[in-house]
Structure formats: C-alpha cells, structure tokens
C-alpha cells in the first residue's frame, strides 16, 4: 500500500500537513484547513502541542519523547510525526 502523500500549502503548514498524511493512512479524511485551526497554527507555524492538541482532537493517541535515530528505528511503531532539528515536521 502507498503511503499518502500531500505537499504542504506554504512554509508553516509543515505540520498539519503531516497530521493529514497520518490521517489518511487510518483511512480519516481532514481539510488542510481544519487542521490548521485544530493545531492553532500562527504566522511562526505550529507546536509540538498544537499538532498533539489536533491529532487528539481527530480520535488519535499522541505521546511527545525524545528519541535517538536509533530508537526511533528499533521501538517506534511507525508512521510517526517528528520534529526534526526543532524547525520541521515529518512523518517517519
């Protein structure tokens, strides 16, 4: 199965847009647009608390760590949401 993909709108949609691919993967369909305001999205972007706030207001189960590559790899169950290099979301 391809893993859904949508290019994101601008430069601060980087998370609802990651949000969107996870949910339609579960099979969820979701506007670009009611994500954004579900995840609080500012000028600046969006938190790791606002994409936590959106993804349990859709149905999804959410749990911030701090991971290793490595952990990542070997102990996450996949797909996940990461904040890569505190200035980007993308899904692993």
């Known amino acids: 199965m391809k893993f ?4 994101q709108l601008d430069t601060m949609d980087c998370g ?3 949000l969107k691919m996870l ?7 979701f506007s670009i647009s009611k994500l ?27 749990q911030g760590v701090k991971a290793t590559y ?3 790899r070997n102990d996450a169950t996949l797909p996940v949401i ?3 290099g505190q200035n ?4 692993v």
Do not use: N
């Not at 949910?23 to 369909?29: I, L, V």
């Not at 954004?36 to 959410?62: C, F, N, P």
């Open 70 to 72: 490595e952990q990542l």
């Open 23 to 29: 949910a339609q993967h579960y099979g969820k369909a």
């Open 4 to 7: 859904p993909f949508y290019k």
């Open 36 to 62: 954004r305001d579900l995840s609080h999205i500012t000028k600046e972007g969006v938190s790791m608390m606002g994409i936590s706030y959106a993804a349990e207001s859709i149905g999804m189960h959410t």
């Open 16 to 18: 609802p847009t990651c």
């Open 82 to 84: 990461v904040h890569w």
């Open 88 to 91: 980007h979301f993308v899904v």
